[in-house]
């Protein structure tokens, strides 16, 4: 039988690419997004490309009670094979700003570090209790060495990074797999509102393509390009303040998001 993937973030990018990559193999795909039209313009996609079945819902990953019951609702219906919690936003600095927006920052930790329990932990009980099923968070190169570009955006990926590492260990002797994905410049609308030289960009469809031949293969931590992955946890080893000087180098400006925090 054909997977079944419930994937955050379908509407656009990365989600959207690896839902398009599963819909050609004939996959049962539940979709989410904000963007209503974004969201079934995926759909339809996903239908043309050979999905089994497409359903869709319009969440934001911060509800917790809704992201519980699409969860629920979306394993009564068949169980989840493959859980992607991927919808996220990224936040940042410009040169000569120093200070992030505090509301745009607890906006953006909601949805990158809340969105992905609030999407994961529904699914963990019924996917223990089946012995089976595969978690996939996505995270980012800058969850592994600090980037002095996009401080809160690093703390909200390492944090995702942390606990995807920390379910692997706990959840494997359920019978439940868990893979961090490690995306570098992926050319998605996120990556082109960064003004910076993006060494090793890819497109979206061969991201997708990475990501599902990880998943295929129970990979723990799908990371690409895979030597910026090994740069990174290089530069972790190196001394701070020679590896800060030689980022502050680098032109690059990380536009605010217009998400902000609910009053
Ligand atoms: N592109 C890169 O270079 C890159 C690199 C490293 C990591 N990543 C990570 O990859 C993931 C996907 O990014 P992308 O590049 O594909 O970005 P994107 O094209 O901007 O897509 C982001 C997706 O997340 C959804 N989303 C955002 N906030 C949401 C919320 N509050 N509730 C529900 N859905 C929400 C968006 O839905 P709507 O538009 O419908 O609101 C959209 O489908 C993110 O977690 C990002 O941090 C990307």
Redesign the pocket.
């Known amino acids: 039988m054909t997977a079944r993937l419930f994937i955050?973030?379908?509407?656009?990018?990365?989600?959207?690419?690896v839902a398009l990559a599963y819909a050609a193999d004939g996959a049962s795909l539940f979709l989410?997004?904000?963007?209503q039209t974004?969201?079934d313009a995926s759909a339809d996609a996903c239908r043309a490309a050979g999905a089994a079945d497409v359903a869709t819902a319009?969440?934001?990953?911060?509800d917790r009670d809704a992201m519980a019951r699409l969860v629920e609702s979306a394993n009564e219906t068949r169980p989840i094979d493959i859980l992607v919690a991927?919808?996220?936003?990224?936040t940042g600095l410009s040169p000569g700003q120093v200070l992030e927006t505090p509301e745009a920052v607890r906006a953006m930790m909601?949805?990158?570090v809340n969105?992905v329990f609030n999407t994961v932990e529904p699914a963990i009980t019924a996917m223990c209790a089946r012995g089976a099923g595969h978690i996939a968070i996505?995270?980012?190169?800058?969850g592994v060495r600090s980037l002095p570009y996009s401080p809160a955006?690093c703390a909200a990926?390492a944090s995702v990074h942390m606990w995807a590492d920390c379910l692997r260990g706990r959840l494997a002797a359920h019978g439940v797999r868990v893979s961090l994905?490690?995306?570098?410049?992926?050319?998605?609308?996120?990556?082109a509102r960064?003004k910076s030289w993006?060494p090793g960009?890819m497109s979206?469809q061969q991201?997708a393509r990475i990501i599902k031949r990880g998943l295929e293969r129970r990979r723990p931590v799908i990371a690409f390009p895979q030597y910026m992955y090994y740069a990174m946890r290089f530069f972790t080893l190196l001394p701070s303040g020679l590896v800060d000087g030689v980022m502050r180098r680098f032109h690059v400006e990380v536009p605010e998001t217009s998400?902000r925090e609910a009053s």
């Open positions: 955050t973030g379908a509407s656009s990018g990365i989600g959207r690419a989410l997004g904000r963007d974004r969201l319009v969440a934001d990953v911060r991927n919808a996220g936003v990224a909601a949805i990158n969105g996505v995270g980012s190169m800058a955006y990926k994905i490690v995306p570098g410049f992926v050319e998605t609308p996120m990556a960064t993006q960009a979206d991201a998400e």
